[in-house]
C-alpha cells in the first residue's frame, strides 16, 4: 500500500511539474495563469498522497481513504479553462 502511496506522489509531482512548465513558457498577455488559477487540487493530491505513504504503515483503511478522496475530487469538474477558452473564442 505504501508502495503505491510513492507512485502516486510521483504522478502528482510530475502533473504539478508540467502544468508549471506549461504556465511558464506562456507569455503573459494569454491569461492561462490566471484560467488555471492556483491548482489546488494538485496540491491537496501531493499533501494527500504523501501522507497515505506513512499511514498506509499502520492504518491500511486511512491510506485508501485518501486515495479514494483524491480520486473523487478529481472527478468534480473544473470549469475555469472552459470559460477562459469560451471568452477567447468570443473575442476573436
Do not use: H
Not at 500500500?1 to 508540467?18: D, K, W
Not at 491500511?60 to 479553462?81: E, H, N, Q, Y
Amino acid at each position: 500500500m505504501a508502495t503505491y502511496g510513492v507512485v502516486l506522489v510521483c504522478a502528482a509531482l510530475s502533473y504539478f511539474t508540467v502544468r508549471w512548465v506549461i504556465v511558464a513558457n506562456q507569455r503573459p498577455d494569454t491569461g492561462l495563469r490566471d484560467a488555471l488559477g492556483s491548482d489546488w487540487k494538485g496540491r491537496v493530491s501531493i499533501v494527500s498522497y504523501t501522507l497515505s505513504i506513512p499511514l498506509a504503515l499502520w492504518f491500511r483503511w486511512g491510506s485508501l481513504t485518501l486515495f479514494g478522496a483524491v480520486a473523487v475530487l478529481w472527478l468534480i469538474p473544473d470549469r475555469r479553462l472552459e470559460v477562459y477558452l469560451a471568452q477567447r473564442r468570443d473575442e476573436g
